[in-house]
């Protein structure tokens, strides 16, 4: 008993001439060392099991993947773009809106291309919002410009549209094909 007594007053001591600082960095030190030394290797065992079943899948499934994740860019392929395009005057259909006349364009830049699309159309307000909604789903899409007024017919709309892409073989103008062009 008399050691308990005395350990006891040797931690009043410390206490009271530095205080409880000291002595929380030292729990904080020692629990973090605690997790050092269990939890970490037990977390280390685990991603290693994770990356043995990923090395283990046969590559067919690794290119299953879907098409917005197989690239850097997060975009999705020149093939889908073009599904994409007709697949958003579909939605327009299937959602009511009557389209007086689309306009669409292709540019490219690079490794990086997309669609632009005007819609003029006319629907009511509903039927508009649920489109644009349905819409969101088509890979690469963005809203350029949205322009609402309304008429006797219903609201009419300007929906504008890009479709951004990946382009799958960018157009390069090789030195050779340059320099035979000039002679």
Not at 5 to 12: H, S, T
Not at 22 to 34: E, F, K, R
Request: hydrophobic share 45%.
């Amino acid at each position: 008993m008399k050691r308990f007594a005395d350990w006891r007053w040797y931690l009043d001591v410390f206490v009271l001439r530095y205080g409880w600082w000291p002595l929380s960095g030292a729990a904080v030190l020692l629990l973090s060392l605690l997790l050092w030394l269990v939890w970490l290797p037990a977390q280390e065992t685990r991603v290693q099991s994770a990356l043995q079943e990923l090395s283990a899948q046969p590559e067919s499934a690794l290119e299953r993947r879907s098409v917005q994740t197989a690239n850097a860019l997060n975009l999705p392929l020149e093939t889908m773009a073009n599904e994409g395009v007709q697949g958003i005057l579909l939605l327009a259909k299937k959602h009511g809106l009557s389209i007086a006349q689309a306009d669409y364009k292709r540019r490219e830049s690079g490794h990086i291309g997309r669609w632009q699309l005007q819609l003029p159309v006319t629907a009511s307000y509903p039927q508009i919002r649920r489109f644009i909604r349905a819409a969101r789903d088509i890979p690469g899409l963005s809203m350029d410009e949205l322009g609402l007024r309304g008429g006797e017919t219903g609201v009419e709309a300007r929906l504008s549209f890009s479709i951004w892409f990946e382009v799958e073989k960018p157009i390069e103008k090789s030195i050779e094909t340059a320099m035979e062009g000039g002679a």
